[in-house]
């Protein structure tokens, strides 16, 4: 019997993953996919936040990028520049690879190829069957399984109901060594969301995200790609790579565990409703996951105190944020009133609020530590390397992430 069985092995499912073996316990991790370079679905834009407090992402990720432009249908601009790094493109493969090393290396069992197909409760555990008819017994089940978890369903936990749909092209850069964020807010190829165009003199992603009851997304961004070609800011290359899927935007969930499971990741619906961003939430949110599910199986706690909604408040502005977003962005005649006077002091902080201010997921709150190296039945449950920060001056750093 395992520990712990996490289904999915996105960035939220290897992390989690890789914490809970490092701290003990008999981790399974499955897959549907066949390796975890397969099938990439995201941009992988990390902010500032993230790469600030996991230093040691860094090597997986490419230049830094301070500039940033937005965009009106008709194409009025504001441009800002920051005096710090703020963005930082995320080499996928190569990151979800060593995360999975560094997984397997602490004891987890990975089985590629293998997806989810149900759950049965038992008395002090699930099994968890398999497609191939195989199945496991577990103490927990993890649902890391994305936007539209079959898992969180089964486990009878709270899931998505709102959504954008994002996909996006990867072309070699053409920034000749400048690396941008570009947004263009314009409902005829990105209603409810934006266009993007981030380049960071290595890849070139160029994208539309929209809400899909309003959009075509293979269609939106074929035009948003003739678009820029004509504006000169593409080239007639072939996409080296096209990236898609579906991002949550309801906020983070409010029951995300039981005494069965927990969720994490976009299962948990932990993507800021405004930026569509959910990396950082994927390492912030997985590492509390490990944390509460090792004293659950170390001490017997309650996986209750995983609870989203201590997280939803946080929410609360972002979710109101988007709203007013969706509400502005269906006039053409107000986007482009509100780049008018975009050169006014108040709209240009507000901009820098929304693109470099430091608000990302919000922290949990410190995992409870109560003793080290305790005896759990055959399990020794160790101190999670990799999850308690060190304390470096005033500046909070998380340990290493490389093998
Ligand atoms: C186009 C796009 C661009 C994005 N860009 C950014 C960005 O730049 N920055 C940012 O912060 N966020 C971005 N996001 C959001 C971010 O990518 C996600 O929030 C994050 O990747 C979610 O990770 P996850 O591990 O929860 O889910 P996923 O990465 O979706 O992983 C889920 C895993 O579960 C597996 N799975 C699913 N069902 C089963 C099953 N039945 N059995 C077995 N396995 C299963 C899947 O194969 C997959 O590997 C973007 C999203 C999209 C769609």
């Known amino acids: 019997m395992y520990d712990i069985t996490v289904v999915g092995a996105g960035l939220a499912g290897l992390q989690v993953a890789r914490l809970a073996a490092r701290g003990g316990a008999a981790v399974l991790l499955v897959d549907a996919r066949r390796s975890v370079t397969e099938c990439v679905r995201t941009t992988g834009i990390f902010v500032r936040r993230t790469f600030d407090d996991y230093p040691s992402l860094l090597p997986f990720l490419g230049s830094p990028i301070r500039s940033i432009g ?81 898992v969180a369903r089964d486990l009878g936990l709270d899931q998505n109901s709102e959504w954008i749909t994002g996909v996006e092209s990867v072309f070699p850069s053409e920034s000749r060594g400048v690396p941008r964020f570009d947004c263009w807010i314009d409902r005829r190829v990105a209603p409810g969301y934006l266009a993007w165009m981030v380049d960071d003199g290595e890849d070139m992603h160029v994208g539309v995200g929209g809400d ?46 039981n005494a069965r499971g927990l969720l994490v990741g976009d299962a948990a619906g932990a993507v800021s409703p405004l930026t569509a961003g959910g990396l950082d939430a994927c390492m912030r949110l997985s590492s509390h996951a490990a944390s509460v599910l090792l004293d659950a199986l170390r001490d017997g706690v309650a996986l209750d105190r995983y609870d989203g909604c201590a997280f939803r408040s946080r929410f609360a502005s972002r979710l109101a944020m988007r709203q007013l977003f969706n509400l502005a962005t269906q006039s053409r005649a107000l986007i482009e009133i509100g780049f008018a006077v975009g050169g006014t002091a108040v709209a240009r902080r507000l901009v820098r609020h929304v693109f470099f201010g430091r608000g990302s997921f919000p922290d949990p709150a410190q995992p409870r530590r109560k003793c080290h190296g305790v005896r759990s039945g055959k399990t020794t449950f160790l101190p999670i390397p990799g999850d308690k920060p060190d304390t470096v001056g005033r500046k909070v750093v998380f340990p290493d992430l490389t093998p």
């Open 212 to 257: 899909r009851a309003r959009f075509d997304p293979s269609a939106a961004l074929e035009a948003f790609e003739r678009r820029m070609r004509k504006e000169g800011r593409l080239a007639a290359r072939s996409p080296i790579e096209r990236r898609g899927g579906l991002i949550p935007v309801n906020g983070v969930l409010r029951r995300i565990a």
């Open 70 to 150: 937005i965009h009106s249908p008709a194409g009025r601009s504001i441009g800002l520049v920051s005096d710090r790094d703020e963005f930082r493109v995320g080499r996928m493969k190569p990151l979800y690879e060593a995360i999975l090393q560094q997984a397997i290396a602490a004891g987890v069992e990975w089985r590629p190829n293998t997806t989810y197909a149900s759950l049965r409760a038992s008395r002090g555990h699930s099994e968890v069957v398999f497609r191939d008819g195989s199945e496991v017994k577990t103490r927990f089940v993890v649902a890391a399984d994305g936007s539209r978890s079959r």
